[in-house]
């Protein structure tokens, strides 16, 4: 079974406006973190952010937010203000923890077009 | 702070020639990765290196592959001999093994590996 679910394989904004990436998750472990890469077309992966299991708020980091439903087992991206550079590649990713808690298991990845 | 340095960025070799991939983690980490990228399987990890020791190379395809990290800052990927179904892009990434969003996996540039 697939651990990380991006159901949107690719998505347009508009330049200035908001744009919620979705991720689901599928894990029995109490203990275990979410994470978001930006994969643009020059091919590096740049971390973005990140949720642990036991966090009570919703991660921010400057213009990208986590809008993380435990309950649902989601995690979904939020970018505010989107910029043509935000123009990438998305993906979701998460290290469970146990023996393997160093394995990240990723999604298929959600690409993301800005246009101005 | 430099992040993960990896050589070369681009490889282009024929088949059966050995090739040899360089991975410099962050300093003072001591969890290093390798990764592999295609559209086909995305994105997979081939090793796990923890104090400069594997604890899991179950990812690795085939004998022809190998990886080695002598010391904290250098690691080798080498396949040997290569064949056109190893064109990926390469990655090393490498972590503090610390807990929570601490141990957040870092990547390098990548080596975008062509085998003709």
């Known amino acids: 079974a697939q651990k990380i679910t991006q159901t949107q394989p690719g998505m347009f904004v508009q330049e200035k406006e908001a744009v919620t990436l979705d991720c689901t998750y599928d894990t029995s472990d109490p203990s275990y973190g979410l994470f978001w890469y930006k994969q643009p077309s020059s091919g590096e992966m740049i971390f973005l952010i990140y949720q642990g299991s036991y966090d009570q708020q919703n991660a921010t980091e400057g213009r990208y937010s986590l809008n993380f439903q435990k309950a649902r087992k989601s995690a979904n991206l939020v970018i505010s203000a989107s910029q043509l550079g935000d123009s990438a590649m998305y993906f979701c990713?998460?290290?469970?923890?146990?023996?393997?808690?160093?394995?990240?298991?990723f999604g298929a990845g959600t690409t993301v077009t800005v246009r101005a | 702070d430099a992040g993960v340095i990896q050589s070369p960025r681009h490889e282009v070799t024929e088949m059966g020639q050995e090739v040899t991939l360089r991975c410099k983690p962050i300093s003072g980490h001591n969890s290093l990765f390798w990764y592999r990228q295609t559209m086909m399987r995305g994105l997979e990890l081939l090793i796990y290196f923890n104090n400069n020791v594997p604890i899991d190379d179950s990812g690795m395809p085939e004998d022809r592959f190998s990886a080695k990290m002598p010391n904290a800052s250098f690691s080798t990927l080498k396949i040997q001999p290569s064949e056109p179904r190893d064109s990926a892009v390469y990655f090393c990434a490498s972590s503090s093994g610390l807990a929570g969003r601490a141990d957040t996996q870092y990547f390098g540039p990548g080596t975008r590996l062509t085998v003709l």
């Open positions: 990713a998460m290290r469970e923890g146990g023996t393997n808690d160093y394995k990240l298991s």
